[in-house]
């Protein structure tokens, strides 16, 4: 009878041993359905072995993907960094406008010094500044400029030579060129240095600080002693002057009158040639 059926089976039954081997590694008797098997993996953690495997590819996985992550980056991550730099430069190039017109389209203008003594002329960005240009005027008197005022008109007129420049040496700004020709209202009145503020001269300001147009005579003692009194009195002349700039050789500063009077006109040229 086991023959005859063994012969009509197609497959050949398998012993208790084969049997429950097959049972255990198929999962359960479903070694011959391979569907069963399959969603039966799908729905069931894996074995302590199938855990340890997945531990291990899970870091290396992570490892895969950090780098192409950081490769490509989101849009929103690529936009923020466009507009980080657009506003890096936007930022740098209205820093350097402002370096450039550090004195901007008004500045305070004061003419000082003895009556007989040399001219000084300071052009501050406001009262309590220090002065951006200082210049002496080495041959020509207060007392002298005070009478051309007197005329109605003066042109002053501060010209420096260009000089040739080394390879890859930057030329200095106007305000900074350490001598100067002197004219006043076409006539050459000796040459101008710059020079930087000194105690006296800050007295001076630190006097006429108050003032914001005006002229007159300071006492003695604003100018620190007597040790210049034989050159006459300390006058000075305060007012607001218009900056006017042509080019980078070129500047003019024209005196303001706040009541549009017809007082005395007075406006300083800076030229470099």
């Not at 009509?8 to 255990?24: G, H, Q, Y």
């Not at 009478?147 to 030579?161: N, P, T, W, Y």
């Not at 003695?220 to 900056?243: C, H, K, T």
Request: charged fraction near 25%; aromatic fraction near 6%.
């Amino acid at each position: 009878m086991a023959r005859a059926f063994r012969a009509a089976s197609p497959l050949p039954l398998p012993s208790s041993r084969s049997a429950a081997a097959a049972a255990t590694n198929s999962g359960g008797g479903r070694g011959n359905f391979p569907w069963l098997t399959k969603k039966s993996s799908g729905n069931k953690p894996p074995s302590g072995a199938g855990l340890e495997g997945r531990a291990a590819e899970e870091p290396a996985a992570a490892a895969g993907d950090g780098p192409s992550s950081e490769q490509s980056p989101s849009p929103s991550r690529k936009r923020a960094d466009a507009l980080a730099r657009l506003r890096a430069a936007f930022l740098a190039a209205i820093t350097h406008r402002r370096r450039r017109r550090q004195l901007g389209s008004c500045v305070t203008g004061t003419i000082f010094g003895r009556r007989r003594g040399r001219v000084h002329v300071a052009l501050q960005t406001d009262p309590r500044s220090a002065p951006v240009l200082l210049v002496e005027m080495a041959a020509y008197s207060t007392g002298a400029l005070v009478r051309e005022m007197s005329s109605g008109l003066v042109r002053l007129a501060l010209e420096s030579e260009k000089t040739s420049l080394a390879a890859g040496e930057k030329r200095r700004g106007l305000l900074e060129e350490p001598t100067w020709r002197a004219y006043c209202n076409g006539r050459k009145c000796g040459f101008a240095v710059r020079r930087e503020c000194g105690a006296e001269e800050w007295r001076v300001l630190g006097a006429v600080e108050p003032v914001s147009v005006g002229a007159g005579v300071l006492p003695d003692d604003v100018s620190g002693g007597g040790g210049g009194a034989e050159e006459g009195d300390l006058m000075y002349m305060r007012a607001r002057f218009e900056r006017v700039v042509g080019s980078r050789d070129s500047e003019a500063f024209y005196m303001m009158n706040p009541d549009g009077s017809g007082g005395p006109e007075l406006s300083i040229y800076l030229l470099r040639v």
